[in-house]
C-alpha cells in the first residue's frame, strides 16, 4: 500500500494509524516523519509533540541515528515546543557531536560521507554554503562539524618541511652572527 499524501498534509489521527501500520506502507519514510513534525501548519505544536512521543515509541532507534544522518532536524525535532537560548543550542550540538562519534565507534563505521555529511551544514542559517555538496575531509566540510580524532592529512608532512627549513634558517642566522 501506499500513503498517497504528504506527511505534512495529514490530520493528527491519521499519523497514528499511519505509524502504527508502518509496515504495510512501502513509502513510509520516518526521515520524512519527523521532517513533517517540523513543516505540518494544521497541527498545533501540542499536537506535534503528541505524534513525536507517540512515533519515539517505535523509532527510538531511527530517530537516535538521525543524530548523524541528519543532526539539524534531529535538534530541531528534539526540542519542538522548547524556545533554546544560543548557549542551549551549543550545548546541544556539542551533544550531538559526542553522540555521532559514539554511533561511529560502535557501528565501526569508518567514513562519514552519507547524510548530513556529504552537505555543509554548519547550524547557522545565513551561511550561503548550506546544503551545498562537499568532499569530505575538505575545509568547508571540515569547518561545520567535525570530531577530534579527524586528523589533517598533510600534517606531518608540512611539519617536517617547516622544522627543515627553521632549522636551516637558524643555522644561516647562527653563521651570519659568529663570523
Known sequence: MHIGKPFNQLPKETYFELI????????????????????????SMAERIEVRDFAHRFFQK????LQL?????????SALGE???????????????????????????KHRNFGAYSKHDCGLEYCPYNGMM????STLARSCM????DENRNEKTNKAKRLKR?????????????G
Do not use: A, M
Open 20 to 43: 502504527e501500520n508502518h509496515k504495510l506502507y512501502s513509502d513510509f519514510n520516518t526521515l520524512g516523519l519527523y521532517r513533517s513534525l517540523l513543516e505540518n501548519e494544521t497541527l
Open 62 to 65: 531511527t530517530f537516535d541515528f
Open 69 to 77: 544522518k541528519d543532526p539539524d532536524t534531529f535538534i530541531k525535532v
Open 83 to 109: 524556545e533554546l537560548t544560543e548557549q542551549e543550542q551549543r550545548q546541544r550540538w556539542q551533544t550531538v557531536r559526542e553522540n555521532q562519534q559514539k554511533i561511529l565507534n560502535g557501528k565501526q563505521i
Open 134 to 137: 562537499v568532499k569530505q575531509g
Open 146 to 149: 567535525y570530531f577530534k580524532s
Open 166 to 178: 627553521e632549522g636551516r634558517n637558524f643555522k644561516n642566522n647562527k653563521n651570519r652572527f659568529d
